[in-house]
T-cell receptor
Framework: EDKVVQSPLSLVVHEGDTVTLNCSYE??????LLWYKQEKKAPTFLFML????IEKKSGRLSSILDKKELFSILNITATQTGDSAVYLC???????????????FGQGTILTVHP | NAGVTQTPKFQVLKTGQSMTLQCAQD?????MSWYRQDPGMGLRLIHY???????DQGEVPNGYNVSRSTTEDFPLRLLSAAPSQTSVYFC???????????FGPGTRLTVT
């Protein structure tokens, strides 16, 4: 059974801190690892990682994938109160080309950033 | 572009009632799916479709039916609602080429 585990489950920091969120996965025929941010509504897409060791960046957020050790991290530098959200990691698998979007999600990490 | 739309936003049902959650997308995405989100359980896949006329079960399909008669629409039917189906339901779509999901705003369903 495919499994995605995130840690920590919750994290409280102050503005300006740097945080690292972890995601490990066990997925048969792994294809890609995705990160989403969820505030009080639907998840919004952050990154999709398919290759090991290549960092993806978007402003203060960055993410990297290690396909040998089966994990990914999401870094947020200089955190702001607007970064407070649930961060979801998900892994997708190949299955004859029909599994696009058939993601296995982790439980999420609740990040709270205090002013 | 409206993206992925869902109706209704909120619904309260009594045990045993049936209803349909509507989902539509205007991005010409081949792939559409339904997830439910429960506290501490993340998002779990209910059903998905890779094109009109093609559907398949996800992780938690029992108690739900889907159909895909057009590319745009993917309704989710609850046949006989149970309190265990109290949840937030998200519809999501993607192109088969790109693979990253775009989510609708969600439907909060309560079954009493």
């Amino acid at each position: 059974e495919d499994k995605v585990v995130q840690s920590p489950l919750s994290l409280v920091v102050h503005e300006g801190d740097t945080v690292t969120l972890n995601c490990s996965y066990e997925v048969t025929n792994f294809r890609s690892l995705l990160w989403y941010k969820q505030e009080k509504k639907a998840p919004t897409f952050l990154f999709m990682l398919t290759s090991s060791g290549i960092e993806k960046k978007s402003g203060r957020l960055s993410s990297i994938l290690d396909k040998k050790e089966l994990f990914s991290i999401l870094n947020i530098t200089a955190t702001q109160t607007g970064d407070s959200a649930v961060y979801l990691c998900a892994a997708s698998a190949n299955a004859g080309g029909t599994s696009y979007g058939k993601l296995t999600f982790g439980q999420g990490t609740i990040l709270t950033v205090h002013p | 572009n409206a993206g992925v739309t869902q109706t209704p936003k909120f619904q309260v049902l009594k045990t045993g009632q049936s209803m349909t959650l509507q989902c539509a997308q205007d991005m010409n995405h081949e792939y559409m799916s339904w997830y439910r989100q429960d506290p501490g359980m993340g998002l779990r896949l209910i059903h998905y479709s890779v094109g009109a006329g093609i559907t398949d079960q996800g992780e938690v399909p029992n108690g739900y039916n889907v159909s895909r008669s057009t590319t745009e629409d993917f309704p989710l039917r609850l046949l006989s609602a149970a309190p265990s189906q109290t949840s937030v339901y998200f519809c999501a779509s993607s192109s088969l080429l790109r693979g990253s999901l775009y989510f609708g705003p969600g439907t909060r369903l309560t079954v009493t």
